[in-house]
C-alpha cells in the first residue's frame, strides 16, 4: 500500500502527569502573537471560533486559507493522523456528511471539500473530555516536499459544552482535531440518545447537538471500512444517510463542483475545458484545468448545498462504485449504549 504520506506513530502528549493534559495555549501554538480567530460572535458562550479568513480554520494556528492544491494534502494528513489515534485510545468514531460521501465515492476527502466531519459515541466524548483534552499529538509524516519534513503536531481539543445534550446553535461541535499548522480541522459530533423519546418509550430515535437525527440501527453496527489508507468505521445505513442529507443524485451523478469522477482511477478530478469542450474560450488553459476561485466551500452538515449537477454536461451513470451490501448482522445487546 502506498499512501501519500507514510504516518510513523511518535505519538507523544505532552502531559506532565500523563492523565489530565489541559496545555495552556501558549504551550500549544508556535505564532502567539498570531490572532486571527473570529471573535464577533452572536453568542458569548460560543466555545469554538473559526478564523476571520475562512470558515473552516481555526484563527489561533492559521492565517491564511490554503489553495486547492496545498489544502488536499494537509486534509488527508488530518484524516489519518486523526484515525490512527483514535484508534489508539480506544474512542469510538466514524465519518459523516461530505466525508462519508467522499468515502462512498472513492475512499478519500473530497477534493473539493474543506470540511471534514467525524461523529464519536456518547462513552467515548466523555473519555476524550476526561483524559483527552487539549493533548498535543505529533507526526512525522515523512513528507520530502515540506519544509519541516512533514514534522506535524494536532490538538485534540473538547468543548466545554459537550455535556449538555440539549440543542445549541452555537456550541453543537463538541470537539475539534487541530492542525496547529494550517488551523485546518475536523469537527466531531457526538451522537447522543433522546431522552425526550426515551421517555415516552420510543426505543431507537438518537440526536446530534447540529440538529441531524438518526435512529439507532441507521448507524450501528458500524461497518468497518477504510478511508484515505486508515481504518475506519461508517454508519450501517449509509446509503440512506447520504440520500437523506444530499438526494440520490449525490451517489450516482458523476459531476459534481466542477469535478468528475474518474471511474477507472476511482477518484475525483477537476473537469478541464476538454471535458466541457470549451478549451477555446480559455486564454492560458494549462492542462485545460481552469478552476473557480469558489472551489473552498463545502459539502458537509446543511440538506441546502447538495452536490448539483453542471448545466449542460450529461449525466453518465457507469462503473459507479459498488459497496458490498452484507446482510445486517444480528443485533448484538452490548453494542446499545448503556442506559
Ligand atoms: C478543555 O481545555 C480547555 C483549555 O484548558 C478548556 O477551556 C475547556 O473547558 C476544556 N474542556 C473540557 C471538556 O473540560
Ligand atoms: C444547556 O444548553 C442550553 C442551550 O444553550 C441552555 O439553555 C441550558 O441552560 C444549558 N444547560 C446547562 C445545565 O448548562
Ligand atoms: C427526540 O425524539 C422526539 C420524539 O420522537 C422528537 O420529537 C424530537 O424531535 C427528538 N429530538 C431531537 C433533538 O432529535
Known amino acids: 500500500m502506498r499512501l501519500p504520506f507514510s504516518i510513523l506513530l511518535a505519538c507523544f502528549l505532552f502531559s506532565p502527569n500523563g492523565i489530565l493534559a489541559d496545555a495552556p495555549y501558549d504551550q500549544v501554538q508556535d505564532n502567539p502573537t498570531w490572532s486571527n480567530q473570529n471573535l464577533d460572535d452572536v453568542r458569548a458562550d460560543k466555545y469554538f471560533h473559526e478564523s476571520t479568513f475562512a470558515e473552516h480554520y481555526d484563527g489561533r494556528f492559521g492565517d491564511r486559507k490554503l489553495n486547492y492544491d496545498e489544502r488536499r494534502g494537509h486534509l488527508t494528513a488530518l484524516m489519518q493522523t486523526y484515525i490512527s489515534t483514535m484508534n489508539d485510545i480506544g474512542a469510538e468514531t466514524w465519518i459523516m456528511h461530505g466525508s ?7 475512499r478519500k476527502i473530497l477534493p473539493w471539500d474543506s470540511d471534514i466531519d467525524a461523529m464519536v459515541s456518547e462513552q467515548s466524548i466523555h473519555h476524550l473530555a476526561a483524559y483527552h483534552n487539549m493533548t498535543v499529538h505529533t507526526f512525522d509524516l515523512h513528507n520530502d516536499d515540506a519544509e519541516d519534513n512533514g514534522h506535524r503536531s494536532y490538538l485534540l481539543e473538547v468543548n466545554p459544552h459537550y455535556a449538555n445534550g440539549s440543542l445549541d446553535e452555537v456550541n453543537k461541535i463538541d470537539a ?14 457526538t451522537l447522543r440518545r433522546n431522552a425526550t423519546a426515551e421517555a415516552r418509550g420510543i426505543d431507537g430515535p438518537m440526536m446530534v447537538k447540529d440538529r441531524h437525527h438518526y435512529n439507532y440501527d441507521d448507524i450501528f453496527p458500524l461497518r468497518h471500512t477504510t478511508f484515505e489508507g486508515y481504518p475506519i468505521k461508517v454508519p450501517f445505513m449509509y446509503a440512506d444517510i447520504l440520500i437523506e442529507e444530499y438526494g440520490e ?37 494549462v492542462d485545460g484545468i481552469n478552476l473557480p476561485a469558489s472551489l473552498d466551500h463545502s459539502v458537509g452538515g446543511s440538506k441546502t448545498n447538495a452536490p448539483h449537477q453542471i448545466a449542460g454536461v450529461p449525466s453518465a451513470l457507469h462503473n459507479l462504485p459498488h459497496v458490498g451490501e452484507s446482510p445486517r448482522p444480528p443485533r448484538l445487546s452490548q453494542q446499545r449504549p448503556s442506559r
Not at 462519508?100 to 472513492?106: D, E, F, I, Q
Not at 499548522?181 to 459530533?189: A, K
Open 176 to 189: 475539534r482535531w487541530i492542525d496547529t499548522t494550517t488551523g485546518l480541522f475536523i469537527d466531531i459530533t
Open 249 to 285: 443524485k449525490a451517489l450516482s451523478d458523476v459531476y459534481c463542483e466542477n469535478h468528475i469522477f474518474d471511474a477507472e482511477l476511482r477518484e475525483w478530478r477537476p473537469l478541464s475545458c476538454k471535458d466541457r469542450g470549451t478549451c477555446g474560450y480559455f486564454r492560458n488553459p
Open 100 to 106: 462519508l460521501l467522499g468515502w462512498y465515492w472513492s
